[in-house]
Structures are given as structure tokens and as C-alpha cells.
């Protein structure tokens, strides 16, 4: 086998995170030569999912590092018994999976067809999301949440958990509305599943605040408008959300209901997350030919190339080639350099540097003690058991930082995962939750929401417990549309292709947002940027993520893969 010295790669890609990973499975698939690094020593990137252990050394490593990195301000928290030791009843390391990548995945999501496509979905497990919650209190606590460094008082307790109607059945089930807000709410979700009649709705009021849409349109108050901002999946404020987020957000998870089965419309992968998807398709690409090295980050790129050969390299692939050296030494050629703004941090993208905004969301993820049993129940007769819930907490009833004002505050959702997830123990939960408010409070802020929840979940024979918490800022890109790689119009290489490559070579995708579904635009800009590559290789690069089963995959013998 030649070293990766001496192969000229068509193309490198930095990072294992699941936009790259997905990238590299289809071009090994498209007859390229992929060299697939990351500069970690796993796999995942900003998706990957980690045990007890893993998680300690990947914050140290964050608080550490020198280099760039898309995550900081990161912290662990053992919780301690009454005897002030770490509790017992927290399992040994590798019970758990914890995972930096949550996401609900709804079963209209482009990615779904994909998976099944190219034989992916076969090495993975997914489990529905059950119910929707949303908390709602009898009276609210008027106390914000303290300043940083203040004493935290628990929230009231003449509280309620309250299950969402998530579809029309549900809302006409739901006794507890009168017949007026029936036929109101009735209405509303049927514009919003709807193909026509949605779509006109985003034309026409896309920028007005979803609120004042549904208060004017269909004469619903703020009362009865949460769970319609709760399914919107929203993480701005209600008074900030638009339609044109909102209703394509509601469309999707109405038309996502009954797809795997009855009562729930969105799915989550077991065993950590978006890491596990990223994880199979690595190994699926390794089948395909792919060479995967990881600890082998990129350092430097220089390029292109010049060498006696230059014209006949231009002639047959329409590039010239850069040198990239890596980590420990090495040094390669590639035609391709491919990553996403967090793992070409240093090496960036001019052009897609122009339409991005920098933006940061603070997580909190939290073992907790209980299974939360009540909270899991099918969703619908004939469903599955839920292997994870949503809870949706509006913020007036958690209480704010008091320098902010309480219209500037987005819902704090909670993703609670059991344990039939595979990421810890039976017995006990993970719950995932997160916010875009810049505060220096803000991971006590929803460490706050966490306990209010806690206090209000029924039917629990001991008060459910926080036994080790993760807290940490993730920093990303917001892309605008303009940002999306087109693919190169097929002809002979002219002066301005040249220029393009000499000026870096590099392209970059998006990061996966943080967001709490899974973003379509992920799959649609690794496929542009696999038809900006394949564009010249005509029928000889295949149909985009569309394989045929192969020996080795799939199969008894793909196990000595793992």
C-alpha cells in the first residue's frame, strides 16, 4: 500500500463530523481517492458523543487548547450525596454515551431516503420521540434567576406538566379545550400541514412575529398559543419567532406524524446522537476505499503545486494540486481540500467567510436519577416505547437573569433520553437542553430549568436528582443561502478556474447547527459541494448517495470493521 505521502489524493477531508463523514462516503462510492482525517482521536468532531471518562479529557482539552476549537467555557459538575461524596448511584464511565449532537431527526428529513439509499440505516438503530410536554405553572415565581455568583432560590412549586397535542387528533382529544379554540387551533395546524396553503402563508407573512399572526389570523391568545411555539422548535423568543420559520417548522413535524408509525413523527439514533451516524458512514466509506487517519489534523495548506507535470494535471481534472501537511510530519498532494468553517478555522473559505455570522449557544447536559417512567408512555396506541421526550419550558416560568427582559428570552426546551437510548444506565435519564441568550448566566440558567422540571414531574416515588452535570459554549457559523457551493459548469480549465485554486483550493460545508432538529441544508450542501467535484466524471460518478450492496457491508462481514 503507498503511504499517504506518496498517493495524490482527489481529495481530503478535515474532520469526522457528520456533514464531512457523509461527504466522504459518497465520493469514496464516485471512484475518488478520499484521505479522511481529524485532528482528534475519535470520532464525531462536534457531533461525537463521549463516557464519563472521555467527556473529563474533552474538557480539559477544550480549556486547554491553543488552537482554535468551536467549544469553550467548558466545566463538569459531580454532584455530591449528603455525606458530601460523589453519589453512588452514578454508573461507571462507559454506561454512558453523552452526547455534543441530541438532534431530533423528523422522518421527512432528506436525510431519512439517504440513509436507506445508501445502505447506511442498516449498521443503525433509531427509537421514536414520544410525548411533548410543556410545563406550565399554576402560579409563576416572579424572582429571576439570580446574578452569576448569587444565591439560587428553587422555583415555586404549584406546578404542572402538560402533554402538547402535536396533531389535529390530538387537539380535538384534548378535553380540556373549549370548542371555540378547537376550531381555532383546528385551523392553523391545517394551513401548516398543508403543501399549498403553507407555503402561500410563508409569501405572504414570512416576517411577521408568529404570535401576532395567530393572534390576528385565527384569533388564538398567548395561552394556547405555547404549544404551537413549542412545536415550532424555535430558538429565538415567541415575540421574535417568524412564520417563515415557524410554519415550515410545524409543517413538517405534522406531516412527519404516522411515517414510521402511529402518534410520533421525529426519530433519535441510539448510542450518542448524530455521532453514531457520523461514525457508520465512516466505516461505510472505509469499505468504499476511503483511508481514515485519525490524531492527524491539517497544519498548513500551500499550493498549488508547481511541477513539471502542471499542464497535464490541469488538462485531466481541471485542478491543480495543493500541499497539505499534517500533523506528526506528514505531507500530502490533494486536488481537494474539504472541512467545515470549525475544522479550517485556520486555513478559512474567503468566499464563504462573506456570508456567515458568528453565533454561540450554551449547553447543559444532565444524568439524572430517575427514569422519569410517566413521562414515557406510547405516544399513540400501536407506537413504539419513546426512547426519548421533549419538555418545553416557557421562560416566565423558570424566571430570567433580572438585567434581561423577559421578551428577549427563547423557551428553554429539555431532550430527555432513556436508557433504551443505550447512553446511560436503566434506571436513570439524560436530559439535553440549551439556549442561544448571551448572559453570563446562562448555563445557571438552565441549570435552573432543569430543577424546575425535576420539581414537577409526578408520580416519582423519591424526588428525581442531578448527579453529574456537563455545561459548555459552542460557537458556530450562521450560513445565509448565498453560501451554498454551486456546482462548477463542466469546460476546459480557463484563467479564472486556476485563480480560484490558487487561492486556496478549499471549500467549506456548514457545520451542523446546534439547533434541536436535524437541518436539511446539511445534506443538500454536502451534495452540491459532491456535484461540484463529480461534476466532470459524467456517468461515472453515480447517483449521489445511491449504493448497491457490497461484500464486506451489511454483513457478517463488516465486523472486523469496528
Not at 455530591?80 to 453523552?98: I, Q, T
Not at 445508501?118 to 402560579?139: C, M, T
Not at 382529544?173 to 395546524?189: E, F
Amino acid at each position: 500500500m503507498e503511504s499517504l505521502n506518496d498517493t495524490v489524493w482527489d481529495v481530503l477531508i478535515s474532520g469526522t463530523g457528520l456533514p464531512q463523514s457523509l461527504l466522504a462516503l459518497a465520493l469514496s462510492r464516485s471512484g475518488k481517492k478520499v484521505l479522511h482525517v481529524d485532528q482528534n482521536d475519535y470520532y464525531g468532531g462536534a457531533e461525537a458523543a463521549f463516557s464519563l471518562q472521555e467527556a473529563t479529557d474533552w474538557v480539559e482539552k477544550v480549556n486547554l487548547s491553543s488552537k482554535p476549537t468551536p467549544f469553550s467555557a467548558a466545566s463538569i459538575t459531580h454532584h455530591l450525596n449528603h455525606e458530601g461524596s460523589p453519589d453512588p448511584r452514578l454508573g461507571f464511565s462507559r454506561a454512558y454515551s453523552v452526547s455534543l449532537s441530541p438532534h431530533l431527526i423528523y422522518a421527512r428529513s432528506n436525510l431519512v431516503p439517504a440513509l436507506v439509499s445508501s445502505k447506511v440505516y442498516r449498521q443503525l438503530e433509531f427509537l421514536a420521540v414520544g410525548s411533548w410536554w410543556i410545563y406550565q405553572p399554576q402560579e409563576i415565581c416572579p424572582q429571576g434567576v439570580p446574578e452569576k455568583g448569587a444565591n439560587q432560590d428553587p422555583p415555586g412549586q404549584n406546578t404542572s406538566l402538560r402533554r402538547i397535542p402535536g396533531s389535529r387528533e390530538d387537539v380535538f382529544a384534548d378535553q380540556s379545550i373549549d370548542l371555540r379554540s378547537t376550531r381555532s387551533l383546528m385551523k392553523a395546524l391545517k394551513l401548516a400541514a398543508d403543501a399549498d396553503t403553507y407555503l402561500t402563508a410563508v409569501n405572504e407573512h414570512g416576517n411577521q412575529s408568529f404570535s401576532s399572526f395567530l393572534a390576528s389570523e385565527y384569533k388564538i391568545g398567548p395561552k394556547l398559543q405555547a404549544p404551537l411555539q413549542a412545536l415550532a422548535l424555535s430558538s429565538a423568543p415567541p415575540s421574535k419567532t417568524t412564520v417563515g420559520h415557524a410554519i415550515p417548522q410545524l409543517h413538517k413535524h405534522l406531516t412527519s406524524i404516522g411515517i414510521f408509525g402511529p402518534g410520533f413523527g421525529a426519530v433519535t439514533p441510539k448510542w450518542g446522537g448524530l455521532a453514531e451516524i457520523a461514525q457508520v458512514a465512516c466505516r461505510a466509506g472505509a469499505v468504499g476505499g476511503g483511508v481514515y487517519v485519525l490524531n492527524k489534523g491539517i497544519e498548513s495548506i500551500d499550493g498549488p503545486v508547481q511541477t513539471p507535470a502542471l499542464p497535464t494535471i490541469i488538462e485531466e481534472t481541471g485542478h491543480l494540486l495543493s500541499t497539505v501537511k499534517l500533523q506528526g510530519g506528514d505531507e500530502v498532494k490533494a486536488r481537494w481540500i474539504i472541512g467545515t468553517p470549525s475544522t479550517l478555522r485556520h486555513c478559512p473559505d474567503k468566499d464563504s467567510e462573506q456570508h456567515t455570522v458568528p453565533a454561540e449557544v450554551t449547553h447543559v447536559t444532565a444524568i439524572v436519577s430517575s427514569s422519569l417512567t410517566s413521562l414515557f408512555p406510547p405516544p399513540s396506541e400501536g407506537s413504539p416505547p419513546p426512547g426519548s421526550i421533549v419538555v418545553v419550558l416557557p421562560p416566565g416560568a423558570i424566571g430570567v437573569p433580572k438585567s434581561l427582559d423577559l421578551a428577549d428570552v427563547p423557551l428553554v426546551y429539555l431532550i430527555i433520553h432513556s436508557s433504551d437510548t443505550g447512553e446511560c444506565p436503566e434506571g436513570q435519564t439524560i436530559i439535553y437542553t440549551s439556549t442561544t441568550l448571551s448572559h453570563p448566566s446562562s448555563s445557571q440558567f438552565l441549570s435552573s430549568a432543569i430543577r424546575t422540571f425535576l420539581s414537577a414531574v409526578p408520580n416519582e416515588p423519591t424526588a428525581p436528582d442531578v448527579l453529574w452535570t456537563l455545561a459548555y459554549t459552542q460557537h458556530h457559523s450562521l450560513p445565509s443561502p448565498s453560501s451554498n457551493p454551486k456546482p462548477r459548469q463542466a469546460s476546459n480549465v480557463d484563467s479564472a478556474d486556476v485563480e480560484r485554486v490558487q487561492h486556496g483550493g478549499i471549500i467549506q460545508l456548514q457545520d451542523v447547527s446546534p439547533s434541536l432538529a436535524l437541518d436539511d441544508n446539511i445534506l443538500k450542501d454536502v451534495r452540491a459541494v459532491w456535484e461540484r467535484i463529480t461534476l466532470d466524471d459524467g456517468d461515472a460518478r453515480g447517483a449521489f448517495m445511491q449504493f448497491e450492496d457490497r461484500v464486506g457491508f451489511g454483513g457478517e462481514d463488516d465486523e472486523d470493521l469496528s
